[in-house]
């Protein structure tokens, strides 16, 4: 029974070592699995990788141009846009002064106006005055030798010497009137 266990004992297998059948045929399997893996998976993943890898690179390349381009359109419209600033103060302040010439013009040409419309009016006032005085004088006149010839009993209407006396009279009347102005 010794000899039995003995046998027995050689016979049976360490569970942790298996058999040589088994690690030749797990060899085999094992390096053409390595064999396809190296040979064909391996290419095929580095390629996808390295496509990838362009791709990321790419757009981060295409990203980094389209924000410089976004930086420069930015910076160009900031400088058309203080151009544009600059222009509407430009016009405004071209505006104010012409505005400014134009009152001017308006106010020149009012006060132009204004003093051409007194003068008409003062000749005009001088003319009617002239001609009042002239009409008031021959209407005095007329009256005087009414009353003349009312109190002599004569018609002097017709005589070219009492339109001269009237005439003076009515100077000396006016000039002791202006005199009288004057003195007050």
Do not use: C
């Amino acid at each position: 029974m010794q000899n039995a266990l003995i046998i027995a004992a050689e016979e049976a297998h360490n569970p942790l070592i298996p058999p040589v059948y088994d690690i030749v045929w797990s060899l085999v399997a094992f390096v053409i699995i390595f064999l396809v893996m190296w040979r064909v998976v391996t290419p095929r993943i580095t390629k996808m990788l390295d496509e990838r890898t362009e791709a990321i690179e790419g757009g981060i390349k295409k990203a980094e141009a389209a924000q410089e381009q976004a930086a420069a359109a930015l910076d160009e419209y900031n400088k058309q846009l203080a151009d544009a600033r600059a222009e509407a103060s430009r016009i405004r302040e071209q505006a104010r002064a012409d505005a400014t010439a134009i009152g001017n013009e308006v106010r020149e040409q009012a006060a132009a106006d204004a003093a051409r419309i007194t003068a008409n009016a003062q000749a005009q006032i001088e003319a009617e005055r002239q001609s009042a005085v002239q009409a008031l004088r021959s209407e005095v006149g007329t009256l005087a030798l009414d009353l003349a010839s009312g109190v002599i009993g004569e018609s002097l209407k017709d005589d070219a010497k009492s339109t001269a006396v009237v005439d003076r009279f009515l100077a000396d009347l006016e000039a002791s009137q202006a005199t009288k102005t004057g003195e007050h």
